[in-house]
């Protein structure tokens, strides 16, 4: 790295905070209108364990459609290959929740992190798994070294109650039989699913494994093969952010995932994971000052993939 890493996330915390926020918070989930607009929060573990953070790093926040790498990596270990019968792997261009695609390829979603994608990962885990919420929190509580985390009824029944949009995709994609089970069990286990909470420092700890070519750093655990792990990374480089995956690629350089909550982890294959929180979103769904805060750090560091 160019310069000591913590002097590059100090300035680039310092910068983003100082300019104006022109995000809106995301009020389709309700109680996601409820959080604080202010915060703003960063950390970067590196896969030698190092680790800093700034701000509100150590506030929890609605991981939402970050919590899709996870799934994903779940459901990829679980099907291997086959999975990409039922999932396409190319960029959307559209918002993450757009039905638009789905007529046009006959219910198979673009990718698996737009919302339609990530229902089908879960009717993939519900019909391979005993029990998928359950499995799937301990999966995530091992990768994460959280033995305590669980689901958010409040922010889960939230989504719920207004998921309207998420009830059609299902049925959409059941209509062309790429969905097996009961679409209300289905959109159960999503809702669970992005109703996690993890402060910065928990998200970049748990995301290193993918900057580890698949194996934990706490104890050198493989999660998943190198081979999977490229091709997840592959993945979030391309459709991490939706219809702004090629911005975010131009400006910051790395894979990394969003989620409606104002997260975003993204992550230096063999160096290291970082995440941001700042809860104002912009007009694609993305931070708006986690994205710059991001493009601050690659900048300066002088280190991206690219
Ligand atoms: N981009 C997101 O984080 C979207 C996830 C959210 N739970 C939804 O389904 O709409």
């Known amino acids: 790295m160019k310069s000591n890493y913590k002097h590059i996330i100090k300035n680039a915390y310092k910068l983003t905070k100082s300019q104006k926020d022109n995000g809106q918070l995301a009020?389709?989930?309700?109680?996601?209108?409820?959080v604080d607009p202010s915060m703003l929060g960063v950390h970067m573990t590196k896969v030698d364990g190092t680790n800093f953070g700034m701000g509100n790093h150590l506030d929890k926040f609605s991981i939402q459609s970050i919590a899709k790498v996870l799934s994903l990596t779940l459901a990829y270990k679980i099907l291997g290959e086959k999975i990409w019968k039922r999932i396409d792997v190319?960029?959307?261009?559209?918002?993450?929740?757009?039905?638009?695609?789905?007529?046009?390829n006959n219910g198979i979603p673009r990718n698996p992190f737009v919302n339609s994608g990530a229902i089908v990962i879960c009717d993939i885990l519900i019909t391979h798994l005993k029990n998928a919420s359950k499995e799937f929190l301990s999966f995530v509580r091992d990768i994460s070294d959280l033995p305590d985390l669980t689901y958010s009824d409040k922010i889960a029944d939230s989504e719920k109650a207004t998921g309207y949009r998420n009830v059609a995709l299902c049925n959409f994609i059941k209509s062309?039989?790429?969905?097996?089970?009961?679409?209300s069990e289905v959109l159960d286990f999503y809702f669970d699913m992005c109703s996690l909470e993890m402060n910065c420092e928990q998200?970049?700890?748990?995301?290193?494994?993918?900057?580890?070519g698949g194996n934990k750093i706490s104890d050198n655990k493989k999660i998943i093969s190198n081979a999977k792990s490229k091709r997840i990374n592959a993945l979030m480089l391309t459709c991490g952010f939706y219809d702004e995956s090629g911005e975010f690629a131009f400006k910051v350089g790395l894979p990394g995932k969003s989620g409606v909550g104002g997260g975003i982890v993204a992550l230096y294959p063999n160096n290291y994971a970082i995440a941001v929180?700042?809860?104002?979103l912009n007009p694609n769904g993305n931070s708006y000052r986690g994205m710059k805060l991001l493009e601050e750090v690659t900048t300066h560091s002088e280190l991206s993939i690219f």
Not at 27 to 34: D, G, K, Q, S, V
Not at 90 to 104: A, N
Not at 277 to 280: A, F, L, R, V
């Open 27 to 34: 009020t389709y989930i309700p109680e996601l209108a409820n």
């Open 203 to 212: 998200v970049s700890r748990t995301f290193t494994f993918l900057a580890n």
């Open 90 to 104: 190319e960029p959307s261009g559209t918002k993450f929740d757009s039905l638009l695609l789905l007529e046009i």
């Open 277 to 280: 929180w700042s809860p104002k």
């Open 176 to 183: 062309f039989g790429n969905i097996d089970n009961e679409p």
